[in-house]
């Protein structure tokens, strides 16, 4: 059920007492212009989960609609038509009924734009866009009538169906409101209500070369979907005052509430759909769908989950003034997730070769240990050969001070193994360490740690059963906490850093049968996903997710 835990929960669950609504009916109003980001995630959840919660309530019922906002068609395509559903389909949700287009709805806000001209509350205004601009004044300063602003009824008339017949050019004429010049809401000051596209629709193809504005499509397709709450992101509150107006002087239509909240703003990154789109024109990222990018498309192939991103929405809350989310809290929700849901595994992901001397050249040990340390996953076995990979990091032949892991003459002990000293290391001829030669002791599997200290426990894989792989690291896209502030190109903050890519790493042998998305904890190096689009059987290719702490700026 609607619990009263933010304002616009409150304001719902007011109406249903009261009685004046039996059925909560919200609404997810994409452009089809791009990719879905994870600002639109706050937006999904809050629509589809206001509707589910609203369901619950004795006889009420609740529904969202999925509507396109499809009224600029030289920015739309069907790409991005196909990735919003998907998106949204990802996330847990299913819109009620069809899928709904604006453009579906092209001949009724025809229809209702010509009853607005015949009851002189619009005309045809034959400006230039510059001219109309120039008019419309400024905040401080109020707008100039357009000469055209007192045409008669019936050339408006005339005019507007010449317009639809594709008698003028684009620019030539708009269709305006008619409603306050000096209005000190800008928005109020004769708005256009339609423009001349010479251009193809992708749902509605050469039916129509006028299509009308967002402002004036979005209350007319919300009544006539009967929408009883238009939940809008803060920039839209000061066209709420045009929304009523409109709705005021079509009195046949029902009249939704239109409520803002504050967008999700995220430090670190930028969620500007034009912004997105140049990094992907530019090819600064690999598209739409890079695991750097803030898309939901993006952290999908990260290796988010649905419920560590609604989770995430659900953490945040509502707010009524715009501020900042760290970008931290999102790390942390998807840490919170795969900690209980992410069986562990092995990956060496810069091998150092490590023959042990003390076993034979055809020793084959299986080691047991559990997919979960406290989820019931099952076993997954551990092959120990002559021959291992450790990772090269965790090898110092002259140790900096701290270091706790393996040196020459010192011990550490192999996980879920035995204890390992290192008695030689070979080198190349430029002096780099190629090969360790080392030693277990065979006395100390399984026994308590605590009865041989030693300096630390490194992971490790068997060099004949372990699997050849891809790893991914990956890492905040921008450097800078505010790439998005005004006085700076976003481009220079991008992270040099945000992509190493390691094509020599190795993983423990149970992954052979891992399929895309499946996710795991790499012990000791942090939660990772297989990729969505490029791993294979032949070749597995893992993205980092997210490290296993938050070390974002702190000294390695």
């Avoid at 109309?132 to 007192?150: A, K």
């Avoid at 891809?470 to 006085?487: C, E, H, I, K, Q």
Wanted: proline content about 5%.
């Amino acid at each position: 059920m609607i619990e009263a835990r933010d304002f616009i929960r409150t304001r719902v669950l007011t109406d249903i007492d009261s009685g004046a609504h039996a059925q909560i009916v919200t609404r997810f109003p994409p452009e089809p212009n791009g990719y879905l980001h994870i600002g639109h995630a706050k937006s999904i959840c809050l629509n589809f989960g206001l509707a589910e919660e609203a369901a619950t309530h004795p006889g009420v019922s609740g529904l969202c609609n999925l509507r396109f906002d499809d009224t600029n068609p030289e920015k739309e395509s069907q790409e991005y038509i196909d990735a919003i559903q998907r998106d949204v389909q990802w996330l847990g949700f299913q819109w009620s009924g069809e899928v709904r287009y604006a453009s579906s709805y092209f001949q009724a806000l025809h229809d209702f734009a010509v009853e607005l001209i015949q009851a002189g509350k619009a005309y045809v205004d034959s400006q230039t866009p510059e001219q109309i601009r120039e008019m419309r004044g400024t905040l401080s300063q109020p707008g100039s009538n357009s000469p055209f602003r007192d045409r008669s009824i019936a050339e408006n008339v005339d005019l507007f169906a010449r317009m639809k017949a594709g008698e003028f050019p684009d620019g030539a004429h708009v269709l305006r409101a008619k409603i306050d010049m000096g209005s000190g809401n800008i928005n109020l000051r004769d708005p256009i209500l339609y423009r001349i596209r010479h251009i193809d629709h992708h749902q509605t193809g050469s039916d129509w070369c006028i299509y009308p504005m967002y402002d004036y499509t979005h209350p007319i397709s919300d009544a006539l979907e009967g929408i009883t709450h238009s939940l809008c992101t803060l920039e839209f509150e000061a066209h709420r005052p045009l929304y009523d107006w409109l709705l005021e002087q079509l009195p046949s239509l029902p009249h939704p509430q239109q409520i803002e909240f504050a967008r999700l703003n995220l430090n670190y990154t930028v969620t500007s759909k034009r912004k997105l789109k140049q990094l992907v024109d530019e090819k600064l990222v690999q598209d739409w769908d890079d695991p750097r990018m803030p898309t939901i498309s993006g952290l999908r192939r990260r290796g988010y989950t649905p419920a560590s991103l609604r989770n995430f929405c659900d953490r945040i809350g509502l707010s009524k003034s715009d501020g900042v989310v760290d970008v931290a809290m999102l790390e942390f929700c998807i840490r919170e997730d795969l900690e209980l849901s992410a069986p562990r595994a092995m990956a060496v992901l810069r091998p150092l070769k490590v023959v042990l001397t003390n076993v034979a050249a055809d020793h084959l040990e299986i080691i047991r240990t559990v997919r979960h340390p406290n989820v019931d996953m099952g076993e997954r076995e551990l092959p120990l050969t002559q021959e291992i990979y450790i990772d090269r990091a965790d090898f110092e032949e002259v140790p900096p001070k701290g270091f706790k892991r393996l040196t020459l003459g010192g011990e550490v002990r192999l996980r879920n193994a035995y204890v390992m000293r290192c008695d030689e290391v070979i080198k190349d001829a430029a002096g780099n360490s190629t090969e360790l030669r080392c030693s277990l002791d065979l006395a100390t599997l399984g026994a308590n740690p605590t009865d041989r200290k030693v300096k630390g426990v490194i992971h490790w894989v068997s060099v004949s059963h372990s699997l050849p792989a891809t790893v991914r690291l990956y890492d905040r896209l921008f450097n800078d906490a505010s790439p998005d502030r005004g006085d700076a190109d976003f481009k220079t903050f991008i992270h040099e850093a945000s992509l190493e890519t390691l094509t020599d790493a190795r993983v423990e042998a149970s992954l052979a049968t891992a399929v895309a998305e499946d996710r795991f904890q790499f012990e000791r190096e942090g939660y990772f996903c297989v990729d969505l689009k490029e791993s294979s059987p032949a070749h597995l290719v893992f993205n980092r997710t997210v490290g296993l702490r938050d070390s974002w700026g702190k000294p390695a």
